[in-house]
């Protein structure tokens, strides 16, 4: 049996990874901070599957915390041959009126926990020549997006730095996946702040986590450097830079998400 460790395994998109790879028999470690969530999900996974779920709870914004985490899997016996760096948040509004400290944070947690992560777990997986990881981005990562700017450009990041390493790993064995989803069924927007029309509006564009979820596994088995999920909407928008001059598609993205 392998072992998967995923970041957000407390709610929506990691939540969801979790019953999925447990329901194939996977074991697990749970990363995230809410260590009342993580517990139930964990005990609720083994009780039904009859795997191993442990519970590792972490800040990812610490700076240390891809060590701790590391430290904390090894020390506790697991080898984990999957790795998903899936925890993230995004902050609606212009730039300069949010606060700085979250955006900064969120750098730390959508890219700097999750190289670091990458960065200490992928080596075990090359010695092993076996292995995967799927690092979650966005359809947010194909465009500039004003007024979701820092959370853009995270994502932006998320899914060069995946799809570089997908070609690095090609002859170690180990799959590389950079997940992007659309508008998911998920706390995020709650927790992104955005105002209730939009959110609103962008919720019927909405696909469930499960499906999110089922894409990645699909598309990871196939070997693929990165998946755009959810319906054709999501596949317009990804490539409408290929179309239209730049500055006209960040008006436009611009002009929906001033709200
Ligand atoms: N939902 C969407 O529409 C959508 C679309 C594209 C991409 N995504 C991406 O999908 C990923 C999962 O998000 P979601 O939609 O499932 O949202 P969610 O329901 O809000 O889940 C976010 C997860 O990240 C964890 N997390 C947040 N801050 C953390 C921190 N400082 N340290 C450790 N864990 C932290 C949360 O757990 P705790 O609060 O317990 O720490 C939670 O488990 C994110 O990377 C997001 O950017 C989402």
Redesign the pocket.
Known sequence: MATALI?????????VFADRLAAEGNHLVL????QD?LTAIAQDLSQRYGIKADVIV????EPDAATQVFTTASDRGHTIDMLIN?????LHGAFTTRDRKIQL?MIQ??VMALVDLTYQFLPGMQARQQGSIIN?????AFQAIPYFAVYAAT?AFVLSFSEALWHECSGDGVKVLALC????E????K?ADFPNEMAKQVGQNYAS?EAVVEDALKALSRGQSNVVTGGLMNQVLVNASRFFPREMLVNSVGRFFKG
């Open positions: 970041t957000g395994a407390s709610s929506g998109i990691g939540a990363v995230a901070r809410s969530k972490q800040d990812l914004v899936n925890a993230g948040f995004g944070d947690l959508n979650v981005a966005s359809t947010a994502k989803p659309g508008p998911t998920t706390e995020f927007f927790v986590p």
